[in-house]
């Protein structure tokens, strides 16, 4: 195992050297390997039509609400070793579900924090016609142009607006999270927003009139989805023996947040459905 201390979120298991002889040339090349959680086969959530979620181990966030404190840690039962080779073989089994617009969906954990597997699998995704989605937070190690260019959609996790309230909700920095941003602007990929809202924390008025001003100012955003706060892994944490951030609050109804998801996809989407005007009368 290869562990960089000068950047200790990267995890990916290098394999032994395969050196290969062709007239007396020595060529040496390294199997990537990423450390997958798990596999969730007939995924409705996680983007458009019936796809194959891809959970990949670790995240840096401490996010109060996250319902996968399983997914925190590298080393953590089940993660499994897996070459993008591998996993293309499992997604293969389940194309014929996909239809015309499902496909499969990176999420976590964290995947930018894997970015050498993440960036061999959409290739090999891409070449096999499988159409991909990245379930991302935005907290990665930057130089993401590549990733960007064989990704399909992005699902991106606004944790918050603010750089108080991100790091209230998260414990981290938002820069990273800004950075992302801005490569996927570069990168001109389309956008799905995510926004879980918790009573006392992500919720009232004023918050989500705020989080509607910053939407419109994000690239090609196609969807926005709020996310109402739910208590089903609260479970983990016992079983980890780690304390709940959020003993004591009740969970919400979709429904409550019905009218202002509505809003917000009728005023935040207006700018792409303007470009996509302009694009149609040339």
Same mark, same amino acid.
């Given at each position: $195992?290869?562990?960089?201390?000068?950047?200790?979120? *990267?995890?990916?298991?290098?394999?032994?050297?395969?050196?290969?002889?062709?007239?007396?040339?020595?060529? %040496?090349?390294?199997?990537?390997?990423?450390?997958?959680?798990?596999? !969730? %086969?007939?995924?409705? *959530?996680?983007? &458009?039509?019936?796809?194959?979620?891809?959970?990949?181990?670790?995240? =840096?966030?401490?996010?109060?609400?996250?319902?996968? &404190?399983?997914?925190?840690? +590298?080393? %953590?039962?089940?993660?499994?070793? $897996?070459?993008?080779?591998?996993?293309?073989?499992?997604?293969?089994?389940?194309?014929?579900?996909?239809? !015309?617009q499902g496909g499969v969906t990176f999420s976590g954990g964290e995947p930018l924090l894997q970015p050498d597997f993440l960036r061999e699998s959409l290739k090999l995704c891409r070449r096999a016609g499988i159409h991909t989605c990245l379930d991302t937070? /935005?907290?990665?190690?930057?130089?993401?142009? !590549?990733?960007? =260019?064989?990704?399909?959609? @992005?699902?991106?996790? *606004?944790?918050?607006?603010?750089?108080? /309230?991100?790091?209230? @909700?998260?414990?981290?920095?938002?820069?990273?999270?800004?950075?992302?941003?801005?490569? @996927?602007?570069? =990168?001109?990929? &389309?956008?799905?927003? +995510?926004?879980?809202?918790?009573?006392?924390?992500?919720?009232?008025?004023?918050?989500?009139?705020?989080?509607?001003?910053?939407?419109?100012?994000?690239?090609?955003?196609?969807? @926005?989805?709020?996310?109402?706060?739910?208590?089903?892994?609260?479970?983990?944490?016992?079983?980890?023996?780690?304390?709940?951030?959020?003993?004591?609050? %009740?969970?919400? !109804?979709?429904?409550?947040?019905?009218?202002?998801?509505?809003?917000?996809? +009728?005023?935040?989407?207006?700018?792409?459905?303007?470009?996509?005007?302009?694009?149609?009368?040339?």
């Open positions: $195992m290869e562990y960089d201390t000068n950047k200790p979120t *990267v995890w990916a298991k290098k394999g032994p050297d395969r050196r290969l002889f062709f007239f007396a040339k020595e060529v %040496s090349c390294q199997v990537t390997e990423g450390w997958v959680h798990s596999l !969730e %086969s007939m995924g409705l *959530v996680d983007g &458009p039509g019936i796809r194959t979620v891809v959970f990949l181990q670790g995240c =840096a966030l401490r996010c109060q609400y996250c319902h996968n &404190p399983d997914t925190w840690q +590298r080393e %953590s039962t089940p993660a499994q070793p $897996m070459t993008p080779a591998q996993l293309l073989r499992r997604l293969e089994r389940f194309r014929p579900y996909y239809g !015309e937070a /935005g907290r990665g190690l930057g130089d993401y142009g !590549e990733i960007l =260019a064989y990704t399909d959609l @992005v699902l991106l996790d *606004v944790k918050h607006y603010t750089s108080e /309230g991100f790091r209230q @909700v998260t414990g981290g920095d938002m820069e990273p999270f800004l950075r992302f941003v801005e490569a @996927v602007r570069q =990168a001109k990929v &389309p956008l799905w927003v +995510r926004h879980v809202v918790v009573p006392g924390l992500t919720d009232g008025e004023e918050h989500l009139e705020g989080l509607e001003e910053y939407l419109r100012t994000l690239p090609r955003v196609e969807r @926005v989805e709020l996310l109402p706060y739910h208590t089903l892994g609260v479970h983990k944490y016992e079983a980890l023996g780690i304390p709940y951030p959020l003993e004591g609050v %009740s969970a919400m !109804e979709k429904e409550v947040l019905r009218p202002w998801e509505d809003r917000l996809n +009728r005023h935040c989407t207006q700018g792409l459905d303007k470009e996509r005007k302009r694009k149609d009368e040339h």
